[in-house]
């Protein structure tokens, strides 16, 4: 990935901070990632993948007959395979998220959460799954479910995880 | 006398990478409800094949018998093996190390040996912050801590990687070394087992520096 100056050429931003604020927003937009020494590195979103077709929901289109491409689930729902574990859900705090009990989670360890993303957190020793709220410096957990309600954590919050997929199997 | 052994730091780069209790440590990073508490490993075997840190505190060694470490240790969960979890997690680990090179030596499940040697350019980092950044990836993907040793050849990156556990990461460059191996007994070099020992010391040599400094016969 480029350096400042091969940055400030690209772009044609005369000042380093110009160029400094576009790249904060790339990385925002998971398109960049920089590492503990600084430097840039290409995000989890910088690949995109390929979108197969679209299905109405109707009478089958002729145009499907052309749909020749594959797509594997592992490559559309795992950007980390390493990283990438299967958890069992229990409980019915998600369920207005379309997460019930015994749905698979496909949950990636080792990033950082963002505001509304769905987390499998540690707060005060016990474990959970729910939505991650930051408001400010403060950050919080929300269910979705109008029967529990936000836990702020009073000692310590760790994050183990961040949700990546739901899968449910009709069978 | 206390010179350097040689000049260069790093005429090769080759890291030691140690999983910090590794069974123990899997099945704590599966079942987070484990974590903090003292976990044994070893339940079908009726003796401890793996404990982790916790337990380590409290006394548990490798091969003790489980009815000892429920007197020493009645809080100890104690668990079967359950070798298939660890070995999808061993394969990971690995998988993470060969991000950064191609040249991976799997040692054993839970250790292996990377060649870095001329990535510091592709990789524009230090040979250190390789290393660092191969122990982060590790440590935050798959949930528990490795150690991490960086030297020259692989029996002093063995010793460097023992050198802070758990959740070491440590350097021993070239011209360092003699600091390292003068504190190192010479027992506890890589493939120095008591019968060699016992001969060395015969011949007086106590340290790993002195061993170093003999001439070849």
């Keep these: ?8 050429a690209i772009t044609g931003f005369r000042s380093t901070p110009a160029a400094s604020t576009l790249v904060a927003r790339l990385v925002d937009l998971a398109l960049l990632d920089d590492d503990v020494t600084g430097r840039l590195l290409s995000g989890h979103r910088f690949v995109g993948l390929p979108i197969v077709g679209t299905v109405a929901a109707g009478f089958p289109s002729p145009a499907d007959e052309e749909l020749t491409d594959t797509m594997s689930l592992d490559e559309y729902l795992i950007a980390n395979k390493e990283a990438t574990y299967i958890l069992k859900v ?11 009990p015994g749905d698979l989670l496909l949950v990636e360890r080792g990033v950082h959460p963002r505001d509304g993303d769905i987390v499998i957190a540690q707060v005060d020793r016990a474990w959970t799954m729910k939505f991650f709220r930051r408001r400010g410096t403060t950050v919080f957990l ?24 739901v899968i449910r199997k009709y069978a | 006398m206390n010179a350097p052994l040689t000049m260069h730091s790093f005429p090769r780069a080759i890291l030691h990478i140690d999983g910090d209790a590794f069974f123990a440590s899997c099945e ?3 079942r987070p409800a484990l974590q903090g508490r003292p976990v044994v490993t070893g339940k079908e075997r009726g003796i401890a094949a793996s404990m982790s840190y916790e337990a380590k505190a409290r006394g548990v060694k490798r091969g003790m018998r489980l009815a000892d470490i429920r007197k020493r240790c009645p809080e100890a969960v104690i668990l079967p093996s359950d070798y298939e ?12 190390v060969r991000r950064y090179t191609p040249d ?5 499940i839970d250790e292996c040996f990377a060649d870095l040697t001329g990535l510091r ?8 912050q390789i290393a660092a950044q191969i122990k982060k990836d590790l440590d935050a993907e798959l949930g528990f801590t490795f150690s991490v040793g960086l030297a020259p050849n692989k029996v002093v990156a063995k010793i460097a990687s023992k050198w802070q556990k758990p959740s070491g990461l440590t350097a021993i460059p070239g011209r360092e070394l003699h600091h390292y191996l003068e504190k190192l007994p010479v027992e506890n070099v890589w493939g120095i087992g008591p019968q060699t020992t016992a001969l060395l010391h015969k011949h007086g040599v106590t340290t790993a520096l002195h061993f170093a400094q003999k001439p070849e016969p």
């Design chain 2, 28 to 30: 704590q990073s599966r």
């Design chain 1, 1 to 8: 990935m480029p350096s400042d100056n091969e940055l400030l």
């Design chain 1, 142 to 165: 929300e269910a979705a479910n109008k029967d529990y309600k936000p836990i702020h954590p009073q000692e310590e919050l760790t994050i183990a995880a961040v949700v990546r997929a």
């Design chain 1, 90 to 100: 229990t409980g019915d705090s998600m369920m207005d998220a379309g997460i019930l």
């Design chain 2, 85 to 96: 979890t660890y070995s999808l997690l061993s394969a990971r680990f690995f998988a993470i």
């Design chain 2, 121 to 128: 350019r592709p990789l524009r980092m230090s040979y250190f």
């Design chain 2, 104 to 108: 991976v030596e799997e040692y054993s």
